[in-house]
């Protein structure tokens, strides 16, 4: 069983930074790859940014359109953790924040319980 615990999340007002963390119960080098998705009151959830991990040394990296240049996602394999580094925050970025995780699949099957983050204006 796999357990995905996010923290982080909060209230920022707008032009600020937030960086969620996402802890893994294993070794995030068993999964294929990790994400961050979000879901706004009313919307569909959506992909925010992916990072693959093939193999220990090699990684890359995928973000939506809407928080490229804004938003990192980054690993720290020590402490089995994924980050979003959140900056120039929005308040189009509020939402639920979910990690997730692909275990011996394409898609993403594990997700954590979500954090709540909110941009006011």
């Known amino acids: 069983q796999v357990q995905l615990v996010e923290s982080g999340g909060g209230l920022v007002q707008a032009g600020g930074s937030l960086r969620l963390s996402c802890a893994a119960s294993?070794?995030?080098?068993?999964?294929?790859?990790m994400a961050w998705h979000r879901q706004a009151p009313g919307k569909q959830r959506e992909l925010v940014a992916a990072?693959?991990?093939?193999?220990?040394?090699?990684?890359?990296?995928n973000y939506a359109d809407s928080v490229k240049g804004r938003f990192t996602i980054s690993r720290d394999n020590a402490k089995n953790t994924v980050y979003l580094q959140m900056n120039s925050l929005k308040p189009e970025d509020t939402a639920v924040y979910y990690c997730?995780?692909?275990?011996?699949?394409?898609?993403?099957?594990?997700w954590g319980q979500g954090t709540q983050v909110t941009v006011s204006s």
């Open positions: 997730s995780a692909a275990l011996y699949s394409r898609k993403y099957n594990y």
């Open positions: 294993r070794s995030i080098f068993s999964f294929n790859a």
């Open positions: 990072i693959t991990i093939p193999l220990p040394s090699a990684v890359t990296t």
